[in-house]
């Protein structure tokens, strides 16, 4: 039943249906709850869907079962939009660490950005965003502005 659920869910949330899709992700993710694919589709779903806790919780789950970096992206972002910066800006600094280069490294780098201009000491964040995203609009501006 797992994969069945995976897989319905897996086209809802492609389909644009994301209540469907973290409704069946989370009944397949309860009947496989080592499956790190699983738990970070289910968080993608509960991000579309507003849920900023469960989206966060759910998506710390998948990054304990397998770090991979657009798992920490989003779980950025669910911890931005929850509003807790420091949890967020952990989630980007692993994000900007693993991408490599590429669209999630420039996304990482801008969500970086964003919450470290918030953060009360911003200085470590913006020189965290130079060194690991070069090349990027979010990098020139982190340098712009330590300037």
Do not use: C, Q, Y
Request: no cysteine.
């Amino acid at each position: 039943m797992a994969a069945a659920d995976a897989t319905e869910g897996l086209r809802a949330l492609h389909a644009g249906n994301p209540e469907k899709a973290a409704r069946l992700l989370e009944a397949a993710a309860e009947e496989a709850p080592d499956d790190a694919d699983l738990h970070a589709s289910w968080g993608v779903a509960l991000l579309e869907t507003g849920e900023w806790d469960r989206a966060a919780e759910v998506l710390r789950t998948s990054l304990r079962l397998r770090p991979e970096p657009d798992v920490a992206f989003n779980l950025a972002i669910a911890e931005f939009r929850r509003g807790d910066l420091p949890r967020s800006w952990s989630a980007v600094s692993l994000a900007l660490r693993w991408a490599g280069e590429g669209r999630l490294l420039e996304r990482a780098a801008e969500l970086g950005l964003a919450v470290a201009r918030r953060l009360d000491d911003p200085e470590p964040a913006l020189r965290e965003i130079v060194l690991w995203a070069p090349g990027t609009d979010a990098a020139a501006e982190a340098a712009r502005i330590l300037e």
